[in-house]
């Protein structure tokens, strides 16, 4: 099994059962690199090569994202993992989302393609590059092997391939106590939750939907309570929309009858809404979410975006913007699944 594979495996099955030490070392051996004031990346990546120089710390940079399924394994690991909080301890593994660092981030690294990710850096204090790999070479279906290779790379040593590395059968074994151990992780988390606020003609809602499953799907939400979806919905209008907390946070918005929003949620990921409107009454005092297999305008299926974020999450369903729009579509989908909250 290549390297790349085992990338798309994970991506199966990202949320590993390990066993949790001290939170606030968990904190300590990774973390983000986040923008303050008006400083630089550059300007603040050499505060913390000093720093770490003078901890006697070996500094590793990883250009990261939070659609990137082996760089979310990466980080499962450095949390919940204590052999690889040990191995981190003489080293400073520091975060760089190239979405929030967008422009410096491809740029701070002569030589480095950001744009790969996961892609690990080891650098000195002269910022000298003693290695590089890719996060997918770790060796991200045991502890052992991710802790083995981190460890190397704070000494500025070159990784080396993963003991199961050519033990198709090995590693066969740890995917499937991986998927295992995401299965028992999502066990009785609800799917959907609601917690409404405000009178039903000014009703807006807080809306979680989880996607337990392995695959993106699309997820169909009424745009009004006293609209409820169906089957075949009779769609005028549609406006592809993009929220502007997340560069990459796009849905579709369909008037006609009835009214409701298509919006993608990631595999094993998440998507958290605060103030969607929602005005009207139920007659049951619940919120029915369709959970679909495919959906289609005009027998053309819709397409994912291609990096979706795995917890999303929208402070304002309000802060948008129309990204493109259309006519008349034919609206075609198939229900997977009808997931029902009560508003609260």
Not at 167 to 182: G, H, N, T, Y
Not at 223 to 250: F, M, Q
Not at 260 to 270: E, L, M, N, Q, T
Request: charged share 25%; net charge positive; with cysteine.
């Amino acid at each position: 099994m290549s390297k790349w594979t085992i990338a798309l495996v994970l991506a199966t099955a990202l949320a590993l059962h390990l066993p949790l030490g001290s939170q606030a070392h968990a904190a300590d051996a990774g973390r983000y690199v986040h923008k303050h004031g008006t400083k630089g990346l550059r300007e603040v990546i050499q505060v913390e090569l000093a720093a770490a120089k003078k901890a006697g710390q070996g500094t590793i940079l990883m250009f990261t994202s939070d659609w990137c399924s082996p760089c979310k394994a990466i980080k499962e690991f450095v949390k919940g993992s204590a052999v690889v909080r040990k191995t981190l301890s003489k080293g400073r593994l520091l975060y760089i989302d190239v979405d929030e660092w967008r422009g410096p981030a491809q740029t701070l690294i002569a030589g480095v393609d950001a744009s790969k990710l996961p892609t690990l850096v080891r650098l000195d204090e002269q910022w000298k590059v003693l290695q590089t790999c890719y996060g997918s070479e770790l060796g991200l279906l045991h502890e052992d092997a991710i802790a083995h290779n981190l460890g190397r790379l704070v000494e500025g040593k070159p990784i080396e391939k993963p003991f199961y590395d050519g033990k198709p059968e090995l590693e066969r074994e740890f995917i499937v106590k991986q998927s295992e151990a995401q299965t028992a992780k999502t066990k009785g988390v609800p799917l959907l939750q609601a917690v409404a606020k405000g009178d039903p003609d000014h009703r807006t809602v807080n809306l979680v939907i989880r996607n337990h499953d392995g695959p993106r799907r699309w997820y169909l939400i009424p745009a009004r309570l006293d609209g409820p979806l169906n089957d075949h919905p009779s769609v005028r209008n549609w406006w592809k929309v993009r929220w502007t907390d997340h560069v990459r946070a796009d849905f579709y918005r369909m008037v006609g009858s009835p009214e409701f929003y298509a919006i993608p949620v990631a595999g094993y990921g998440s998507l958290a809404l605060e103030d969607l409107p929602l005005p009207g009454k139920s007659k049951d005092g619940k919120l029915t979410v369709f959970e679909l297999d495919y959906l289609k305008f005009d027998g053309q299926e819709q397409q994912f975006q291609a990096k979706l974020p795995y917890e999303l999450k929208i402070s304002h369903f309000g802060n948008q913007a129309v990204a493109g729009q259309g006519e008349q579509p034919k609206v075609e989908f198939r229900v997977r699944n009808r997931h029902v909250a009560t508003l609260k």
